[in-house]
């Protein structure tokens, strides 16, 4: 066991041989983690940001369209609407919403979405529950 000493501003030195075997290099990235009664550091390796891509000027009022019509189902997506196809497009183009995930930005998908926040609502379907204890207690009400 190495012991390592809490330094000014919470700062701890890594033993020079856990640093090497890891392949440690200053400025690497570490995750934290408390388990228990213990600290757990976890090398990370982040991912460089793509490039920005250049929207051209018909792209950057699509944008400006996106951006409303995402802040407003974010906020309240029982009234509003989802994203055409060119609002996804650029959407995804600027890295505003996730390639993978821009199906459901869609208006289609968001009649859904709709819906089913609407039987939420109304008490037809719950809400996930925390607890085993209540999903059985909404069961039996």
Known sequence: MRAVKIAKRHQITIPKEIFDNLHLREGDM??????????????????????????T?????????????????????????GLNTDEIRVAVKAGLIDHEQAYWWDEDWQKGEREAEKDIAAGRV???????????KNLRS
């Open 57 to 81: 000027p018909h792209d950057q009022k699509i944008l400006v369209t996106a951006k409303g019509k995402i802040a407003k189902i974010n906020k309240d997506i029982i009234h509003s609407r």
């Open 126 to 136: 719950s809400r996930p529950h925390d607890t085993i204890e209540d999903a059985l």
């Open 30 to 55: 570490l995750e934290a983690q408390l388990e228990g009664e213990k600290i757990v550091l976890i090398p990370k390796t982040l991912v460089n940001k793509a490039p920005v891509q250049k929207l």
